[in-house]
C-alpha cells in the first residue's frame, strides 16, 4: 500500500482552507489545516510533510515569515512551499515569496486543475523520494552480512529499483513542459539518486566480495 503524503494548508480564513480541502481532495492525500503561521511551525514539528501550501497574507506571522523560520530549520528547510495570494500588482511580494524559499507562486483566484496539476508533482516526488530512501535502507542492512545473503537479496532489490526508476522517468515526462527550476531540480536530484543506486548494484552483481565498498561509493 503506497503511503499517503501530508499537505500541510496554511491560511487564517476557514473558508480558504475548506476550498482547499474541496480542490485536493481528489488527490487522496492526507490534508492538515493551519490557521496561522504559529499553528504551522508546531504542526511542522510533529509530522513530516510533502509540501505546503502557504497563505502570503495573514495577520501576525504572515507567509513570508513563517517561510523563512521553516527554511531556517534543519528538519525543514527541504520541504517545498507554494504561495498563494489574492492577485497583487506589487511584483516585489512575488519576489519575496521566492526570496523566501517559495517553490511556486499562485494569484487567487486560481485555476482548480493548475493547483491540483502542481501539487501532484510535488506528491510524486516525495513518493519517489520515499521508495528510493526504503531501498537504501534495505541494502545497508543487507550489505552487514555480506556473502550469499547479501546476493540473495540481490533479485529483489533490483526489482525495487527498477519500479522506482520507471517512476522517475514518468515523472521525468510529465515534467517536460514545466520550466518550474525548482521542480525540475529536485526530480534532477531524485533520478541521480536513482542512478547511483543502480550503479551500486551493478558492481554487487559483478563482484559480491565489494558489497562493503560498493555501499561506501553510493553513500
Given amino acids: 500500500m503506497t503511503e499517503r503524503a501530508k499537505i500541510l494548508l496554511v491560511d487564517d480564513r476557514p473558508e480558504n482552507l475548506l476550498a482547499l480541502e474541496a480542490i485536493l481532495s481528489a488527490l487522496d492525500q492526507e490534508l492538515v489545516r493551519a490557521n496561522s503561521g504559529e499553528e504551522a511551525l508546531r504542526a511542522l514539528l510533529k509530522d513530516e510533510f ?56 499562485i494569484a487567487k483566484p486560481f485555476d482548480p486543475w493548475v493547483l491540483r496539476a502542481k501539487v501532484q508533482v510535488f506528491v510524486d516526488l516525495w513518493v519517489a523520494g520515499r521508495r528510493l530512501a526504503t531501498q ?25 529499483v527498477a519500479e522506482v526508476e520507471e517512476a522517475v522517468e514518468v515523472l521525468a515526462i510529465g515534467l517536460q513542459p514545466s520550466a518550474d527550476p525548482v521542480v525540475r531540480s529536485s526530480a534532477e536530484r531524485v533520478a541521480r539518486r536513482v542512478a547511483s543506486l543502480k550503479q551500486a548494484l551493478e558492481v554487487l552483481d559483478s563482484n559480491p566480495a565489494d558489497v562493503t565498498a560498493s555501499h561506501h561509493e553510493f553513500t
Wanted: proline letters at 2%.
Fill in 50 to 105: 510533502a509540501l505546503i501550501l502557504l497563505d502570503a497574507r495573514m495577520p501576525g506571522m504572515d507567509g513570508f515569515e513563517t517561510a523563512a523560520r521553516i527554511k531556517g530549520r534543519n528538519r525543514t528547510k527541504n520541504v517545498p512551499i507554494i504561495f498563494l495570494t489574492a492577485v497583487d500588482t506589487d511584483k516585489n511580494n512575488t519576489f519575496r515569496g521566492y526570496a523566501a524559499g517559495a517553490a511556486d507562486y
Fill in 136 to 160: 537504501a535502507a534495505f541494502l545497508r542492512r543487507q550489505i552487514g552480512g555480506g556473502g550469499q545473503e547479501a546476493i540473495d537479496v540481490l533479485g529483489e532489490l533490483r526489482e525495487r
